[in-house]
């Protein structure tokens, strides 16, 4: 895979010369906008090309027919169009109610050795089927041992955003991560998630504003090309 440590679209693109004024993350804008005869503005250059940012995950906002790229952990997992933070779906999870850490998980494709610290970053909205039981989003090694926690969140029938990071130590051989979101305590209580996002940067632990390769008001913004390479604007 190409640079994806948040700063490197720095690196996309040769210096600009007389020829070509600003660089291609902004040169590019595709634009929808019913023309009359009144002057209107229909887009607007944000500073520094806005913010950048890669998320990693594919499919994160199940609008794909496919959620094979997850795996279930003592649960049945299904795309489902009834509940949505945003699109047209999101992911069911019908929880086992035998034991704590039912859900699913997404791992990674290996993270290179840096001679400098990474940090992982990920997020996603949740909803429950009613206003009972807890989940959490998790960051693990390829094992699954437990590294980073957002710890618990109590389902409503409204959508929460969850987030945890973790920074892997310089000179770290490569490696898979994976990132769960599941029960810390075992319940029965059906639950939906979406707009899942796995990042990795340099710059800081801060979490991104999520991003996929459904939106239409992210300039700047990119998704991991493995089935949908796309770049998006903010």
């Known amino acids: 895979m190409a640079n994806e440590r948040h700063t490197d679209y720095r690196e996309w693109d040769i210096d600009s010369s007389t020829r070509s004024s600003v660089h291609p993350v902004n040169r590019y804008v595709a634009i929808s906008n019913a023309a009359s005869t009144t002057a209107e503005d229909?887009?607007?250059?944000?500073a520094n090309g806005g913010e950048k940012a890669v998320n990693w995950?594919?499919?994160?906002?199940?609008?794909?027919?496919?959620?094979?790229?997850?795996?279930?952990?003592?649960?049945?997992i299904a795309r489902?169009?009834?509940?949505?933070?945003?699109?047209?779906?999101s992911l069911l999870v019908n929880p086992a109610n035998s034991a704590a850490g039912e859900g699913f998980y997404w791992?990674?494709?290996?993270?290179?050795?840096?001679?400098?610290?990474?940090?992982?970053?990920?997020?996603?909205?949740?909803?429950?089927?009613?206003?009972?039981?807890?989940?959490?989003?998790?960051?693990?090694?390829?094992?699954?041992?437990?590294?980073?926690?957002?710890?618990?969140?109590?389902?409503?029938?409204?959508?929460?955003?969850?987030?945890?990071?973790?920074?892997?130590?310089?000179?770290?051989?490569?490696?898979?991560?994976?990132?769960?979101?599941?029960?810390?305590?075992?319940?029965?209580?059906?639950?939906?998630?979406?707009?899942?996002?796995?990042?990795v940067r340099e710059d800081t632990t801060a979490v991104s504003t999520y991003v996929d390769g459904n939106q239409t008001s992210a300039e700047g913004n990119?998704?991991?090309?493995?089935?949908l390479p796309m770049l998006l604007h903010q």
């Open 42 to 46: 229909v887009y607007s250059i944000v």
């Open 57 to 76: 995950v594919t499919n994160p906002g199940i609008e794909g027919s496919t959620v094979s790229m997850y795996t279930a952990t003592g649960s049945a």
């Open 80 to 89: 489902d169009t009834g509940q949505q933070a945003e699109g047209a779906a």
């Open 107 to 199: 791992e990674s494709p290996k993270i290179a050795r840096s001679v400098n610290p990474q940090h992982i970053t990920v997020q996603c909205e949740h909803r429950g089927a009613s206003a009972s039981g807890t989940v959490e989003i998790n960051i693990t090694d390829s094992s699954g041992t437990e590294l980073a926690s957002s710890g618990s969140s109590d389902l409503a029938t409204s959508w929460t955003r969850i987030t945890t990071s973790y920074t892997i130590p310089a000179n770290t051989d490569a490696a898979a991560y994976r990132l769960y979101v599941v029960t810390p305590a075992n319940h029965n209580i059906n639950f939906y998630i979406d707009k899942i996002m796995f990042e």
């Open 222 to 227: 990119l998704m991991n090309g493995l089935e």
